[in-house]
């Protein structure tokens, strides 16, 4: 994995109706920004560590990270134009 890229990281839960509900979302940003960021999946109930790493409170939750640093977070259900307004906010500079 490229760790220079932004990461996107996406964490959901098998159980989660609004998680499931974007996945394909996820999958069209993944394909569609695939040249600008990474898009990693987090099952929270497989990865609870990971979880309380990011404070996640909450699923889906979207964080972006760069530089080993998370710049952004979404929690909830997000729209396309939601996520997209995070990323164009940080990885304009």
């Given amino acids: 994995m490229n760790h220079d890229r932004p990461l996107l990281v996406f964490f959901t839960s098998r159980r989660s109706g609004p998680a499931r509900r974007m996945e394909s979302l996820l999958a069209h940003i993944a394909r569609k920004e695939r040249g600008t960021i990474a898009v990693k999946k987090v099952d929270v109930d ?19 990270v760069i530089g080993k640093r998370v710049v952004a977070r979404l929690e909830g259900r997000a729209t396309a134009p939601k996520i997209e307004t995070m990323l164009e906010e940080n990885l304009a500079a």
């Fill in 46 to 64: 497989e990865r609870p560590d990971l979880a309380e790493k990011f404070r996640i409170s909450q699923v889906p939750s979207l964080a972006l």
